[in-house]
C-alpha cells in the first residue's frame, strides 16, 4: 500500500507540474473589452481543461501553485502581471474564487467522471461560485451594485466561458481517460474506470 502512495504521488506531481505550466502559458493571455475593467482570459480555458483531467485534489494543488506563483511576481496573470497588489485589484476576487471553483468542479469530476451532463453542471456550479467571488470584490473595488457589478464582470462573459468549457471538457475527456489508462491517475478518480487496474 505505501508503495502504491509513493507511485501515484511522483507521478502525480510532475501532472500537476504539467498543468500548472499550462496555466502559467494560457492565464496571462487576455482580450481587453472596452465595456469592462475585466479582460476576456484563457485562464479559464485552463483551469476548465485541469479540473477535467486531474479532478479535485490534484487540479486543486495546481490552481494554488499557479496562484502562489503569480503572489510571488512571477508573470502569470492576466496581461502578464504578477504580485500581491493583483489580487488588491479589480479581478482579484476571480483569482481567489479559482480555488473554491477547483474544489467544486474537481468534485464533480471525480464523483461523476462518466456522467458528462452532471460533471459539465458541476462545472456550471464552479464557475458561478467563481464569478460571485469576482463580482463581489469588483463591487467593491469600483464601488459599485451587485446588479451593475454583475453586468461589468460576468454577463458579457458567459457565452465565451461556455465555449471555453465545451472545448476544455471534450478535449480533457479524452486526456483524462488515456492518463487513467496509464494508470498516472488512480482509477477510482473516474467511476468510468473503476474496474479497470490501477
Given at each position: 500500500?505505501?508503495?502504491?502512495?509513493?507511485?501515484?504521488?511522483?507521478?502525480q506531481?510532475?501532472?500537476?507540474?504539467?498543468?500548472?505550466?499550462?496555466?502559467?502559458?494560457?492565464?496571462?493571455?487576455?482580450?481587453?473589452?472596452?465595456?469592462?475593467?475585466?479582460?476576456?482570459?484563457?485562464?479559464?480555458?485552463?483551469?476548465?481543461?485541469?479540473?477535467?483531467?486531474?479532478?479535485?485534489?490534484l487540479?486543486t494543488?495546481?490552481?494554488?501553485?499557479?496562484?502562489?506563483?503569480?503572489?510571488?511576481?512571477?508573470?502569470?496573470?492576466t496581461?502578464?502581471?504578477?504580485?500581491?497588489?493583483?489580487?488588491?485589484?479589480?479581478t482579484?476576487?476571480?483569482?481567489?474564487?479559482?480555488?473554491?471553483m477547483?474544489?467544486?468542479?474537481?468534485?464533480?469530476?471525480?464523483?461523476?467522471?462518466?456522467?458528462?451532463?452532471?460533471?459539465?453542471?458541476?462545472?456550471?456550479?464552479?464557475?458561478?461560485?467563481?464569478?460571485?467571488?469576482?463580482?463581489?470584490?469588483?463591487?467593491?473595488?469600483?464601488?459599485?451594485?451587485?446588479?451593475?457589478?454583475?453586468?461589468?464582470?460576468?454577463?458579457?462573459?458567459?457565452?465565451?466561458?461556455?465555449?471555453k468549457?465545451?472545448?476544455?471538457m471534450?478535449?480533457?475527456?479524452?486526456?483524462?481517460?488515456?492518463?487513467?489508462?496509464?494508470?498516472?491517475?488512480?482509477?477510482?478518480?473516474?467511476?468510468?474506470?473503476?474496474?479497470?487496474?490501477?
Amino acid at each position: 500500500m505505501n508503495h502504491k502512495i509513493k507511485k501515484f504521488t511522483v507521478k502525480q506531481l510532475a501532472l500537476v507540474g504539467l498543468m500548472t505550466a499550462v496555466f502559467c502559458i494560457l492565464g496571462p493571455i487576455a482580450f481587453h473589452i472596452p465595456i469592462s475593467p475585466v479582460p476576456i482570459s484563457l485562464g479559464m480555458l485552463a483551469i476548465y481543461f485541469i479540473l477535467t483531467v486531474l479532478g479535485m485534489k490534484l487540479g486543486t494543488l495546481s490552481v494554488v501553485v499557479y496562484i502562489l506563483l503569480g503572489l510571488a511576481g512571477v508573470p502569470v496573470f492576466t496581461d502578464f502581471t504578477g504580485g500581491p497588489g493583483k489580487l488588491f485589484g479589480p479581478t482579484g476576487g476571480y483569482i481567489i474564487g479559482y480555488v473554491f471553483m477547483a474544489l467544486v468542479c474537481g468534485f464533480f469530476v471525480d464523483r461523476w467522471g462518466s456522467k458528462i451532463w452532471i460533471s459539465f453542471l458541476g462545472m456550471l456550479l464552479g464557475t458561478a461560485i467563481c464569478y460571485l467571488f469576482g463580482t463581489l470584490w469588483l463591487a467593491h473595488q469600483a464601488s459599485l451594485t451587485f446588479p451593475q457589478a454583475l453586468m461589468a464582470g460576468v454577463i458579457p462573459y458567459i457565452p465565451p466561458d461556455l465555449i471555453k468549457l465545451l472545448l476544455a471538457m471534450t478535449i480533457g475527456i479524452q486526456v483524462r481517460k488515456r492518463l487513467v489508462k496509464a494508470g498516472l491517475i488512480p482509477s477510482s478518480a473516474s467511476p468510468c474506470q473503476r474496474s479497470e487496474p490501477a
